[in-house]
Antibody, heavy 121, light 107 residues
């Protein structure tokens, strides 16, 4: 059974870069699927941040594209999120998740438990 | 960007009642690219429905999805106590976007 676990600092200063890692167990990232990040500000809805194919191809939310980098490290079975120049508006629970490769399968069927990141000085 | 608008914002119902949740898209979405998720407080979202009407593994048959074009519906035939939660629709045909959610609360 695949499991995903987010990790990283819970507090980031304004203007700095938010960095999170998702560690996958029970499945080898290099075998396939698409891996993504979704966030949820406190008390609000879900926002897709971006996804990365196991081959390394990336797709980002246009509204965040200029600040987002998602990368994959198959040797560690992890993928990562970097979000630069953060502000209080980036305070959210950040989830990592897995989706299918084909367009018809790009729903998120496995999720991590989420990690709260607060942007504050 | 395809905007998904969910209604109502909050649905107040009693256990055993039928819940009907709406998701309207700003432009046509192929029905195979529409999903529904359930989220309980402090938990990650859980996939309920994909392809507008296919139940995910382990999802009870009281949950059903329907719709096409710009109008989609999630129906819970008889609410169980564990069904009171927030529900989100998502389209994944053009990029990915989520609706703002509908909260189903106990009346």
């Amino acid at each position: 059974q695949v499991q995903l676990q987010e990790s990283g600092p819970g507090l980031v200063k304004p203007s700095e870069t938010l960095s999170l890692t998702c560690t996958v167990s029970g499945y080898s990232i290099s075998n396939g699927y698409v891996w993504g990040w979704i966030r949820q500000p406190p008390g609000k809805g879900l926002e897709w941040i971006g996804t990365i194919h196991h081959s390394g191809s990336t797709y980002y939310n246009p509204s965040l594209k200029s600040r987002v980098t998602i990368s994959v490290d198959t040797s560690k079975n992890q993928f990562s999120l970097n979000l630069s120049s953060v502000s209080a508006a980036d305070t959210a629970v950040y989830y990592c998740a897995r989706s299918g490769v084909l367009v018809a399968e790009k729903y998120f069927h496995h999720w991590g438990q989420g990690t709260l990141v607060t942007v504050s000085s | 960007e395809i905007v998904l608008t969910q209604s109502p914002g909050t649905l107040s119902l009693s256990p055993g009642e039928r819940a009907t949740l709406s998701c309207r898209a700003s432009q046509s979405v192929s029905s195979i690219y529409l999903a529904w998720y359930q989220q309980k407080p402090g938990q990650a979202p859980r996939l309920l429905i994909y392809g507008a009407s296919s139940r995910a593994t382990g999802i009870p048959d009281r949950f059903s999805g329907s719709g096409s074009g710009t109008d989609f519906t999630l129906t819970i035939s008889r609410l169980e106590p564990e069904d009171f939660a927030v529900y989100y629709c998502q389209q994944y045909g053009i990029s990915r976007t989520f609706g703002q959610g509908t909260k189903v609360e106990i009346k």
